[in-house]
């Protein structure tokens, strides 16, 4: 038994809102006109298109092969046909278009072969994780990091922590899932742990989520006894994954490291869910949980097919009148839709309709006064008043000094802000620019490094053309001077031929030789009557030729070639 | 009177070999100050700067032969880090060298081309792939927009395309909030 739980430094408690949606059972979203299903779960993964316009596909059929290191297979969410390849929005800041598959769904959902993956233990390893990707296995807690990845890393594991906390306000997915799906959680949770080898798995959920802390002890007790499920202080953001291994074992993760460098793999309650699904089942990851809630009249959490449009999903929860904008995420970490066209990815767990009274516009930026708040609330020991100076000032070497890159961008320091000032935009600005000049730089490296190779290149075709130049060169000198050797007994002195001269003669029979094999011998093999075409006209010419001569010698000349 | 003379004269021997060996020992190959510039600047290769190359316009800027703000491609920001790095004083940049303008590639169009290989002779990273009488391609991860395949094309089907934002190269903007009066204020 944990003995004692620890606590992490900062954070807030803004007000849960969870009450309005967490009471709805997890409903089936109905099929959509169309699915958009994006070749990549987030920004930075992607997928390789395999299917084309016009094809049939079946429910859970592979539309796009994983690519590249972080990339994951995506797959058919129904039964249906491939209208087109397009470039669509995705839930993204940017509103920039990806490459999306789009599937008009025929109302069978008819399923693909399934083929649960036998024997965990006897594959190895590698076999495994790539049967997750291939599987389009993703985090389910919003940054859609591929989890083939994230147990891939070869390191002595000690303890899997599922997170189960939840922390932001609003989305009650995780929560409604651990109520009805435990079972399938804890299965997927012993694979994960048979997987990474843990030794043992500890449940981390907030202590306001009575019922779901049930229920998974229930499972826990019948499916893994030595897990256990932790009830741990409702405090924003104990969900983060560096803060609930803190809440957890206390252990602290430095600044710049990682959980599994101390032993410790973490994961999403739904992702566990989704690995057991792919293993013990044969189902790719074709849906999620989705909260739909906010501004609304009937929140609730439905199973959506991943491409979904949100669009489509909002007139089963009945927005409100006065709705402005709709949240990606949650109110602390999401961010407003720029396009409600855009589909349901796999890191989308909730949508909450905003308007100004649950959402007042953000007041009017004031001078920071230092006043230190915002150091107290950051759960990452980070100064947040000092980073934001700098981002502001745009000196990012001075930023990351300061850790910019272990922010998680929680928002609690922007909430605390007394002046209002919209402290993780800085940073989120501040964390791309560098992004940025970091691929810049590597750019410049590399075309440094093929300028130089192509000076390097050019210089020696010179000098190895040199080369061969002097080598035939005192070849065909010390021949002649071999030839003048020998004819110089009998002949004069003076009579010796210039050898340069020679070189000269010599070249131009070689051209000579060249020409007159190059000229066309296409009328070697003719038959007699072209033949004797050939020559009638040639005859007819002769005396044209001799016309021609006197007043334009070269033309006829180049006639005759 | 003489001992002092004699320590002294000893400790600076000891110092000047000390020191004259340590010249030797610890020489430094190159010139640092070079390398440091060429980091700096974008490594189009483009000769606006009027030098045939990055490194050579570097090595101007460090005998004091360049000004530092000949770089269109590096840009306002190029100058600044040039002028942090080499203490100098910030200046606009000279606009006879050319002006900044957005990262962009050579595209051919492929139709047009006819396989002259001009361009691939000028390309000074080596990112256009074709052979004489064969149809010409760019590689564009690998160009840098340096525009010096532009003016060999003899039937100039090379243009100038910026290269389009996508969701992997996007940036968050700078926090900038219109001033407004308060919505809810003006209908209380």
């Not at chain 1, 087109?84 to 490459?99: C, F």
């Not at chain 1, 291994?245 to 206390?250: K, N, S």
């Not at chain 1, 915002?374 to 100064?383: E, K």
Request: hydrophobic content about 40%; glycine content about 8%.
């Amino acid at each position: 038994m944990i003995e004692r739980l620890f606590r992490f430094r900062g954070g807030v408690q803004p007000a849960t809102h969870k009450d309005d949606s967490v009471v709805a059972p997890i409903a089936q979203a109905p099929l959509p006109k169309r699915l958009y299903v994006p070749l990549r779960p987030n920004t930075r993964a992607k997928a390789r298109l395999i299917v084309e316009p016009g094809q049939k596909v079946l429910k859970g059929e592979c539309i796009g092969e994983a690519d590249g290191v972080l990339g994951t297979a995506c797959h058919a969410p129904t039964s249906g046909t491939v209208v087109e390849i397009v470039r669509h929005a995705m839930p993204h800041p940017s509103d920039l278009p990806v490459a999306c598959v789009v599937i008009e769904p025929d109302g069978e959902d008819r399923w693909i072969e399934r083929q649960p993956f036998h024997c965990v233990c006897a594959s190895s390893r590698q076999v495994v994780l790539d049967y997750l990707r291939d599987s389009g296995i993703v985090g389910l807690g919003g940054a859609a990091f591929p989890s083939h990845i994230k147990i891939g890393t070869q390191r002595e594991v000690d303890t899997l922590i599922l997170n189960g906390a939840e922390c932001e306000p609003w989305i009650t997915s995780d929560d409604r899932l651990m109520r009805e799906q435990a079972d399938e959680i804890m299965r997927g949770a012993s694979l994960l742990a048979e997987l990474t080898g843990a030794k043992r798995i500890l449940i981390g959920i907030e202590d306001n989520k009575a019922e779901a802390i049930a229920a998974m002890r229930e499972a826990a007790t019948k499916v893994h006894p030595v897990s256990q499920v932790v009830a741990v202080p409702t405090l924003y953001p104990a969900g983060g994954e560096k803060q609930l291994i803190r809440v957890l074992t206390g252990i602290e993760i430095p600044h710049g490291k990682l959980g599994a460098e101390f032993g410790i793999r973490c994961f999403n309650v739904g992702t566990a869910r989704a690995v057991h699904r792919a293993i013990d089942l044969g189902e790719p990851l074709i849906s999620r949980v989705v909260t739909l809630t906010g501004n609304v009249e009937q929140p609730g959490n439905f199973e959506v097919l991943i491409g979904t449009p949100i669009e489509d999903l909002l007139p089963l929860v009945k927005p409100k009148a006065g709705t402005d904008k709709y949240l990606h995420g949650g109110p602390m970490m999401g961010f407003a839709l720029p396009d409600l066209s855009a589909p349901v990815v796999k890191g989308t767990n909730c949508i909450i309709a905003g308007s100004p009274d649950l959402f007042p516009p953000p007041k009017p930026e004031l001078p920071c006064i230092r006043c230190g708040a915002c150091s107290q609330a950051c759960p990452v020991d980070l100064q947040p008043l000092e980073l934001y100076w700098f981002a502001r000032a745009k000196n990012f070497g001075k930023a990351q000094e300061y850790h910019l890159f272990d922010c998680i961008e929680c928002g609690c320091c922007a909430y605390v802000c007394p002046s209002h000032i919209p402290l993780v935009d800085y940073y989120r600005f501040a964390k791309s620019e560098i992004w940025a000049r970091e691929r810049e730089h590597n750019e410049a490296d590399q075309a440094r490094e093929r300028f130089e190779f192509r000076n390097y290149r050019i210089e020696r075709e010179k000098s190895e053309k040199a080369a061969k130049l002097a080598a035939r060169a005192a070849e065909t000198k010390a021949k002649l001077a071999a030839k003048a050797a020998a004819e110089g007994a009998d002949a004069d002195k003076a009579a010796e031929p210039d050898p340069k001269k020679a070189l000269i003669e010599a070249a131009m029979k070689r051209a000579q030789e060249q020409k007159e094999k190059s000229a066309p011998k296409n009328t070697e093999n003719l038959p007699d009557s072209v033949k004797s075409e050939i020559a009638e006209i040639d005859k007819r010419r002769k005396p044209l030729e001799a016309f021609d001569e006197p007043d334009n010698g070269a033309s006829a000349g180049e006639e005759n070639k | 009177m003489l001992t002092a003379l004699l320590v002294m004269a000893g400790l600076a021997l000891v110092i000047g070999v000390t020191l004259g060996w340590a010249s030797i020992r610890f020489k430094v190959e190159g010139d640092p100050i070079v390398d440091q510039i060429d980091a700096i600047l974008p490594q189009t290769q483009c000769g606006q700067c009027g030098y045939p190359g990055c490194r050579p316009y570097a090595t101007a800027i460090a005998n004091g032969e360049a000004d530092i703000n000949q770089c269109p491609p590096g840009g306002e920001e190029g100058i600044r880090q040039l002028s942090d790095l080499l203490g100098r004083e910030f200046k606009p940049l000279d606009e006879t060298h050319g002006v900044e303008k957005p990262k962009s590639v050579a595209v051919i169009d492929e139709q047009i081309c006819i396989g002259c290989t001009l361009c691939i002779q000028a390309c000074p990273v080596d990112a256009i792939v074709g052979a004489a009488k064969q149809m010409h391609t760019v590689v564009d991860p690998l160009c840098t927009g340096c525009e010096l395949c532009v003016a060999p094309c003899p039937v100039s089907c090379i243009s100038m395309e910026p290269v389009p934002e996508t969701i992997e190269t996007w940036k968050w903007r700078y926090p900038v909030f219109r001033i407004e009066p308060d919505p809810l204020e003006k209908t209380s």
